[in-house]
């Protein structure tokens, strides 16, 4: 899975919509929407609930999106560390 892929996952958990998202990110709506269902698919579940109106976790992928979070922050710092 590439870096960039779980930033949409997690910056999606927070906005919680996916135009935000991709503004935040300075991408497409639906590289966003892209990202998700390549990360479905691979998981084999359904990470959020959707319909035109909203966007939720679902319950199970509450606590991925910590697990995430903490991965995402270490490969930061790792990516920032000198050579």
Known sequence: MELRDIEIFL???EELHFGRTAERL????ARVSQ????QERRVG???FERDNRRVAL???DSSSSMTSSRCTAG???ASNAPP
């Open 45 to 47: 579940a359904a990470l």
């Open 58 to 60: 679902t319950p199970s």
């Open 26 to 29: 300075h991408v497409t709506p």
């Open 35 to 38: 990202a998700i269902k390549k």
């Open 11 to 13: 910056t999606l958990c």
């Open 75 to 77: 490969c930061s710092t």
